[in-house]
């Protein structure tokens, strides 16, 4: 009878992959230049091809 196939060693850690997901590209980067969110760290377009930048814009826009 063979049980190394049931048998874990001590120190091992079981990891389970981790899944990506990705958005695709903004269809026109030209507004995407100079632009400080990008560096934030996280994804600021949408698939709608609004971005952080013009809703942020809209905001400031809204209150003067």
Not at 14 to 26: E, N
Request: net charge positive; proline share 6%; with cysteine.
């Amino acid at each position: 009878m063979d049980l190394k196939g049931n048998i874990q060693e001590p120190n091992s850690v079981h990891v389970q992959k981790r899944q990506l997901y990705s958005v695709s590209l903004p269809k026109d980067t030209k507004q995407c230049r100079g632009c400080p969110y990008p560096s934030v760290g996280f994804i600021c377009w949408a698939t709608d091809g609004s971005c952080m930048r013009t809703e942020i814009n809209k905001i400031n826009g809204a209150r003067r």
